[in-house]
């Protein structure tokens, strides 16, 4: 087993890996470089940015993103900030603490090695940031400002305004555009990738559909590389942007890549409520507001509560249960263990608002103590959107939030150099698993796609091109006919199908199936019992879907129907996992594995590992392998927030 | 609450369009406007009728994706806000609504609601950019940058491409959207050596791309849902004219 996943972790201390490895890995000569051809898929921060590093390096990049340009990413819905381990604050703050958060954040399911690299190069992206233009939050002497974000103990998060992942997504989409001026990168806009094309045995290209014309076509390279972004939308309701999808990933996953940790989900506590069964996307609150803000619900249940009642109860009456259950992070406990309480409480009846499924976050105080004006500097436009989405005016009536899907841990194995286990295929952002664990921390994910793109995949792509030929191989070739083929008969019978439901109707019943049994709270029978609920989804999509139009234009429905077959397939790998996985950790608590006091327990003897999941047939079972987790730079330790 | 919808349905680039009326009932005020399309389309597809075909992606009024324009304005009725921001609410019972897509010949129509913009991405590869390489740069702290400056920076750098102030301007001119990225590093250290270049290069390819001239009507400020000021485009006119007297592009 341990052959077939070999993480590549160089030896030697942890704080010379990085260093070391950078000396130790192949070069490709710079008058090479222009020989190879690289596939870079998606161009939110992982993608744009090594697109553009990749192109200053000398190589040939082809760049792909299903929206009509590449500065529409989803990264660039990112709004708190972005963390690097420069200590400009004078706290405290150093990579080994960064480090040591993120393992310690991530449950202590995370690499060690892969960790201590990115808090190394996280202070280099800063700086590169910086050097493009991008306008971070200065304070009055012209330095950089910081906060700290999510429950952190140090400053340590860079931002601009509520739009960070705006303004470094558009930084890296500058770089990459000056790339495709310089003609070192291919822009390939409103494009598909629907496969991966495999030649003895090795990622040779790609297959995409154009999403305007419909055609479908090969693209040949010498690596392929994908950076397309997490698979939340699994959940129907999330907040991911709409076309946020599990394609690229699992068309790799089945052809060989494994999949890692699927189960483990965030699930972010501070979201506007679902208001009714029109809703298609949920909208994230930043967390910024708990630091103000007080959590709570009626002491006795009260149905259908709502907000502007809500300001009638007396103190007496209030459970403040956040604060009530951990009186020292109080209402700044992480997002699992908030969410998980707001879930709790709602389930005890206690929820608020007409559907009884959401929490009360309260301004009341922080407005007496800070007045109306300093609220409104720091939070004015979250305010502002909240009125306008659901018309209460959170200066005068406590907001409403409930938990909604966010983010996903997840993703394609990858071993240190970002290389899945299907050789010159790499993942990076948050379409690989690595780095945050069970659960990752604020303000981490976009250090984690800018690390990727910017600082290590450059330095690792070339160890492996330097040893393969420089031959291209001609999309005439065998394996890009058979998979083209593939891809058109898929397109072929989504379309022929013509039963009586739509792709969404779809979509939001596996919603509903995952959200329940493979939510915030887990159990075994719940689990089993949605295996059998997806498979049945499943069939009853391929006979009764309904996707109208044509293949060779613009076909909004046929594009959602391919995504939401992955997803119904990616819904029952998620249920094995979550069902394997008989522990709490992070993001996935096991009803079954809790203390006495209703956290979450880790088994560490038994759960200490990644699992990856290799395909292997349609409707079978995967097989599992366990890449083993060593720690040998932190003492693994139960959270607590009490 | 009941409406009727007028909406811009065009097959494609090379066939000509109409619009066309829709009913749709049981809309709720708490719906964006994208979910009562949404509502529309399901019903669509369920009668075997294609979609009403629109951008959007993130519905959060950040990626840019979505452009309608509604009663005649781009993002609709209110300011500041962009189409996937917009809440039923804002409607009433029993109005009609007309949807049309972004016209500009610059931005030709794909399918119905749904045009080409990558006349942007065009502009901003001809010199929206600074010129570094990933690696080499100096510590990010040593330029210091007055705040008041890196905050004007940013609220010319919030332009999210939408392209509305196009669409808002009888001259289809794009003289905004280029102004917000010419000012932004302008005023910042970091974009000082290639100053002169940039602006040049940047107008250079917007006329080859076909938008109109500036007029100074100020309709795609207005219009615009980043509320990008005017004075960007005062900036614009003042870097391009001190460029050209100095020009090393002769
Ligand atoms: C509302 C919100 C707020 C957030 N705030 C923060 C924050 O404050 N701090 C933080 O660190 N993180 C935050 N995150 C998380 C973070 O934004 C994402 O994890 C990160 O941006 C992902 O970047 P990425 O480059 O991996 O993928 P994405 O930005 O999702 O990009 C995916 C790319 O892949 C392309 N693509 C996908 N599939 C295909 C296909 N089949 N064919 C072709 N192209 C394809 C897309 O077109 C796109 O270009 C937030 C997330 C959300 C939802
Ligand atoms: S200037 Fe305003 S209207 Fe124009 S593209 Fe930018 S955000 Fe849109
Ligand atoms: S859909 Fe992203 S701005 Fe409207």
């Known amino acids: 087993m341990s052959t077939v996943l070999n993480s590549k972790v160089p030896e030697g201390p942890i704080a010379e890996k990085w260093s070391k490895h950078k000396f130790n890995v192949k070069l490709v000569n710079p008058a090479n470089k222009r020989k190879y051809d690289i596939i870079v898929v998606g161009t939110g921060l992982a993608g744009a940015s090594a697109a553009a590093s990749l192109g200053e390096l000398g190589y040939n990049v082809q760049a792909f993103c299903f929206q009509d340009s590449p500065r529409r990413a989803h990264s660039i819905a990112a709004q708190g900030g972005i963390n690097a381990a420069k200590n400009y604050q004078n706290d405290g703050d150093s990579i080994h603490r960064l480090f040591y958060d993120t393992v310690k954040g991530g449950d202590y399911r995370s690499r060690e090695a892969n960790v201590y690299r990115l808090a190394e190069v996280s202070v280099n992206i800063i700086d590169q940031c910086v050097a493009q233009g991008v306008p971070f939050a200065r304070d009055y002497g012209g330095l950089l400002s910081n906060r700290s974000f999510g429950g952190a103990q140090v400053s340590r998060t860079f931002y601009a305004r509520g739009q960070t992942g705006q303004q470094l997504l558009l930084g890296a989409y500058s770089a990459l555009s000056r790339q495709v001026a310089n003609g070192k990168v291919k822009l390939h806009s409103r494009s598909e990738m629907l496969d991966i094309v495999m030649v003895d045995g090795k990622a040779r290209g790609i297959v995409t559909r154009d999403l305007i014309t419909g055609k479908i076509e090969s693209h040949s390279a010498h690596a392929v590389v994908l950076a397309t972004g997490g698979y939340g939308n699994v959940f129907f309701l999330s907040t991911n942007a709409m076309g946020s999808n599990v394609t690229a990933a699992w068309r790799a996953h089945k052809k060989g890549a494994f999949f890692a940790n699927p189960c483990f989900t965030q699930i972010h506590p501070t979201c506007i409520p679902v208001s009714g069964d029109h809703q298609s996307k949920l909208t994230l609150m930043s967390e910024s507001l708990r630091n103000d803000g007080r959590v709570w619900v009626p002491k006795k249940a009260i149905k259908g509560l709502l907000a502007k009642d809500a300001v009638k109860l007396a103190e007496e009456d209030r459970d403040y249960y956040l604060e009530r259950k951990y009186p020292s992070f109080g209402n700044l406990v992480p997002r699992d263990v908030a969410s998980r309480n707001a879930k709790t409480v709602c389930d005890e009846g206690r929820g608020v608002g007409t559907t009884g499924l959401a929490v009360f976050l309260d301004f009341k105080d922080a407005i007496k103590r800070d007045g109306k004006d300093l609220i409104e500097a720091k939070y004015g436009n979250l305010f502002d959107m909240y009125q306008q989405i659901t018309g209460d005016n959170p200066y005068e009536v406590p907001m409403m939030i409930y938990p909604a899907v966010h983010y996903t841990m997840g993703g394609l194995w990858v071993d240190y150099n970002l290389q899945t286990n299907v050789p010159g295929l790499y993942a990076l952002g948050e379409c690989n698993f690595s780095d945050h664990g069970a659960n990752r921390l604020g303000a981490s994910a976009l250090m984690q796609g800018l690390a990727d793109g910017y600082f290590v995949l450059p330095y690792t792509i070339g160890d492996y091109l330097s040893g393969i030929s420089y031959e291209k191989i001609p999309t005439t070739h065998e394996s890009f006919v058979k998979a083209e083929k593939e891809v058109k008969d898929t397109v072929n019978k989504l379309l022929s199908i013509k039963g009586s439901k739509t792709v969404d109707e779809f979509h939001k019943k596996l919603g509903h199936i995952m959200w329940d049994y493979c939510g915030m709270s887990r159990n075994e029978e719940g689990l089993k019992k949605a295996k059998g609920m997806i498979r049945e989804l499943r069939e009853e999509f391929w006979k009764d879907v309904n996707v109208v139009g044509s293949p060779d234009e613009l076909n909004m429905s046929l594009e959602k129907a391919g995504r939401v077959a992955d997803f119904l397939e990616l819904g029952e790998l998620m249920v094995d996992d979550a069902l394997h996985r008989e522990e709490s950790c992070g993001g996935h608590f096991r009803e079954e594995s809790q203390t006495p006091e209703g956290e979450a327990l880790r088994i560490d003897k038994k759960f200490s590992f990644v699992s990856a999941w290799e395909f292997t047939g349609e409707n079978q079972e995967e097989n599992l392998h366990k890449e083993e987790l060593e720690f040998e730079n932190v003492k693994l330790t139960q959270r607590s927030y009490k | 609450m009941n409406l ?67 009663n005649g304005r781009p993002h609709g009725p209110k300011q500041h806000i962009t189409t996937c921001q917009l809440h039923m609410r804002s409607f009433s019972d029993g109005e009609t609504i007309t949807i049309e897509p972004w016209r500009a010949g610059s931005f030709p129509v794909v399918k119905d609601l749904v045009v080409d913009r990558s006349a942007f991405d065009r502009i901003i590869q001809a010199g929206g950019y600074v010129s570094v390489n990933t690696g080499g740069v100096p510590d990010a702290n040593a330029i210091p940058i007055p705040k008041r400056i890196a905050d004007e920076a940013f609220d010319a750098a919030t332009c999210i491409g939408c392209g509305a102030c196009v669409a808002a301007c009888k001259n289809a001119s794009a003289m905004l959207f280029v102004s917000a990225k010419v000012a932004q590093l302008a005023m910042l250290p970091q974009g000082q050596v290639e100053r002169r270049n940039r602006v040049e290069k940047m107008i250079a390819q917007m006329d080859e791309e076909g938008f109109g001239a500036c007029t100074n009507t100020g309709a795609c400020s207005a219009e615009c849902p980043k509320d990008i000021s005017l004075t960007n485009i005062a900036k614009l006119n003042r870097e391009y004219m001190s460029a050209k007297l100095t020009s090393d592009n002769i």
Request: proline content about 4%; glycine content about 6%.
């Open chain 2, 4 to 70: 009727t919808l007028k909406i811009w349905r065009q097959k494609n680039a090379q066939e000509k369009g109409k619009m066309v009326p829709y009913e749709v009932s049981e809309v709720s005020p708490d719906m964006s406007f994208l979910e009562m399309i949404d509502v529309l389309n399901e019903q669509l597809v369920k009668d075997g009728d294609e979609p009403v075909h629109f951008d959007h992606d993130c519905r959060e009024g950040i990626c840019g994706m979505c452009s309608m324009v509604i």
